[in-house]
C-alpha cells in the first residue's frame, strides 16, 4: 500500500483527537459519561468562628466565582439540581491580622484570609469524593482600609480558592 502525506498526516489527526478520551486542555480528567456539575450555595459561616468575622454578600460572590471556574475550564453543564458532580460547603473563615510591625510596634502590613470548606460528590466516579479545607490570603499596607482593597483582595483570594478546589476535583494535583 502507497499513502500520501496528506493521508498519514490525517490518520495522525484523527488519532491524536481520538486518543485524548475525556482529558481537556485545562488540565481536567472528567470521568466517561459526566456531563453537568452543580454548585450548592456556600453559606458564610465565618461569624461563628473565633477572631472571623462575617461580611456580607461573601457567600454569594464566592459560589458565583466557582461556578463561573467550572464553566470556563470545562465543558459541562451547570445543573440546579441532580449534578454529576456536586459541590458544596460552608465559608468558615474571614479574618484580617496584623502581619508586619514597625520600630513602633505598629502594623505595617495587614493580611485578609479566607477559608472555605468544600465538600466534593463524584456521582460517576465515588472514590473522588472529598471534604477538605481550602485558603488563601491577600496582603495589603495596615494603613489602607479593607474596604478601599476588598474587590481586589476577594477577587484574588476567590481566584486562588477555586483554582486549587478545580485542580483537587478534577485535575488530581
Sequence with gaps: ???????????????TVFGCGSYSFTGASIPEGTETFQVNFFENDAGN???SIFEPGL??????????????QTNLQLVSIDGDLVYEGEII??????????????????RLSISVNVRFINLKKEEDDFER?????????????????KSEAHEIIFERITQDIFNASLAKW
Design 1 to 15: 500500500m502507497n499513502f500520501s502525506k496528506n493521508t498519514i498526516l490525517h490518520f495522525l489527526i484523527i488519532l
Design 59 to 72: 457567600d454569594r460572590d464566592f459560589t458565583t466565582s466557582l461556578q463561573n471556574i467550572l464553566q470556563n
Design 133 to 149: 479545607k481550602f485558603s488563601f490570603y491577600f496582603d495589603y499596607p495596615a494603613e489602607t482600609q479593607l474596604l478601599n482593597v
Design 93 to 110: 473563615e474571614y479574618r484580617v491580622s496584623p502581619m508586619t510591625a514597625t520600630s513602633e510596634l505598629t502594623a505595617s502590613q495587614n
Design 49 to 51: 468562628t473565633m477572631g
